[in-house]
Nanobody
Framework: QVQLVESGGGLVQAGGSLRLSCAAS????????IGWFRQAPGKEREFVAA????????YYSDSVKGRFTISRDNAKNTLYLQMNSLNPEDPAVYYC?????????????????WGQGTQVTVSS
C-alpha cells in the first residue's frame, strides 16, 4: 500500500511555471506506475501525464505535451510534474495516483491509490 501527498500548487500568471511534487510513503514506491490527473470545477477528472514503474517511459495528454514534464526520484519516493507555459485551460485540482502496474495507463480506473490533490490557479 502507498500513501500520496501532493504539494506545490498555487497561483501563477499565464505563461508562468509551477512544479508539483507528490511524496509517497512506503518502501516499494519504485514498483508503482504513477500518474497525474486533474479536475476542474464542473468537469470530469482527466489524465495529464504518467510514468512507468521501470524503464522511465512517460505518457502525456495532447493538451500538455511539450509543456509539462513528469519525472520521478525513486530514492526520494517523490514524483514531480514540471508545468511550463501555463494557460487558462490548466487551472484545476491536480492529483497524483499510483498503480501496481509496471506500464502506466491513462485512465483513472487503472489507479488504486490517490492523493488529496493540490490546487493550481492561473491568472490572465
Amino acid at each position: 500500500q502507498v500513501q500520496l501527498v501532493e504539494s506545490g500548487g498555487g497561483l501563477v500568471q499565464a505563461g508562468g511555471s509551477l512544479r508539483l511534487s507528490c511524496a509517497a510513503s512506503g518502501r516499494t514506491f519504485s514498483s508503482y506506475a504513477i500518474g497525474w490527473f486533474r479536475q476542474a470545477p464542473g468537469k470530469e477528472r482527466e489524465f495529464v501525464a504518467a510514468i512507468n514503474s521501470i524503464g522511465g517511459g512517460t505518457y502525456y495528454s495532447d493538451s500538455v505535451k511539450g509543456r509539462f514534464t513528469i519525472s520521478r526520484d525513486n530514492a526520494k519516493n517523490t514524483l514531480y510534474l514540471q508545468m511550463n507555459s501555463l494557460n487558462p485551460e490548466d487551472p484545476a485540482v491536480y492529483y497524483c495516483a499510483a498503480s501496481h502496474r509496471i506500464v502506466a495507463v491513462t485512465t483513472a480506473e487503472g489507479y488504486g491509490y490517490w492523493g488529496q490533490g493540490t490546487q493550481v490557479t492561473v491568472s490572465s
